[in-house]
């Protein structure tokens, strides 16, 4: 059973960065990224397996996904921040192979955090 905790969410202005960041309790092998904006459906970000990453067409040149394994952490590191991405960003984690573009390839989940991007 894995925990993730995550950290690093705000309030920006358009233009800005923010780095979140998600430790796992354990190894892990596939990270994700998904947000939530209010009324809509969680929506892929991000996710970073053993040699590739992927991203959501409305982030790619923008947001960067890296890991770090001897901390079993993830970053999500978001450059020219949008007010459309403003939303509560979970990440997600899964111990073995799947899907990594939908919520069912990840087994568990953190507990979200808020990114506002407003002027």
């Known amino acids: 059973q894995l925990q993730l905790v995550e950290s690093g969410g705000g309030l920006v202005q358009p233009g800005d960065s923010l780095r979140l960041s998600c430790a796992s309790s354990?190894?892990?092998?596939?990270f994700g990224w998904f947000r939530q904006a209010p009324g809509k459906e969680r929506e892929f970000v991000a996710a970073?397996?053993?040699?590739?990453?992927t991203y959501a067409d409305s982030v790619k040149g923008r947001f960067t996904i890296s890991r770090d394994n001897t901390k079993n952490t993830v970053y999500l590191q978001m450059n020219d921040l949008k007010p459309e991405d403003t939303a509560v960003y979970y990440c997600?984690?899964?111990?073995?192979?799947?899907?990594?573009?939908?919520?069912?390839?990840?087994?568990?989940w953190g507990q979200g955090t808020q990114v506002t991007v407003s002027s």
């Open positions: 997600a984690a899964s111990q073995s192979p799947g899907p990594t573009l939908i919520s069912r390839g990840y087994n568990y």
């Open positions: 354990g190894r892990t092998l596939i």
């Open positions: 970073h397996t053993t040699g590739s990453r």
